[in-house]
């Protein structure tokens, strides 16, 4: 209807409007306010019961990004080593070091940690 009207904003249709999107970012708001209520009182109600099964499952299914997956590119580099240098790049330009050959001290101290567990 805001729309037909052309998009007015003042008057009563765009008063209406304001109201009605707010009542629903509201009960957007209350609906999250909920699940999470209902999640904290299963989460206790598990913890109460000593259920430690349903309680972990419960948690990580809510809380957990199971589904939260790796970029496969960066800015149109694909595979690990090219992503990997993305990253160097991105962070050699954005981060400086303060002391002096810190680099190299960490670089040698990467390549004992890889050689140990590569053992």
Not at 22 to 44: I, P, R, S, T, W
Not at 64 to 90: R, V
Not at 101 to 109: E, G, L, V
Request: with cysteine; hydrophobic share 30%; net charge positive.
């Amino acid at each position: 209807m805001w729309r037909q009207f052309g998009c007015p904003r003042g008057g009563d249709i765009n008063s209406y409007r304001t109201r009605v999107k707010l009542k629903y970012k509201n009960a957007v708001k209350l609906a999250a306010q909920n699940a999470d209520a209902c999640l904290n009182d299963k989460l206790l109600d598990y913890m109460c019961s000593k259920d430690t099964t349903s309680f972990w499952k419960a948690w990580r299914k809510r809380l957990c990004m199971s589904k939260l997956k790796p970029a496969q590119t960066i800015h149109g580099k694909s595979g690990d080593n090219n992503i990997i240098g993305e990253f160097s790049t991105f962070y050699k330009n954005t981060c400086i070091t303060n002391t002096p050959h810190i680099d190299q001290q960490f670089a040698c101290r990467v390549e004992t940690l890889l050689q140990r567990n590569a053992h």
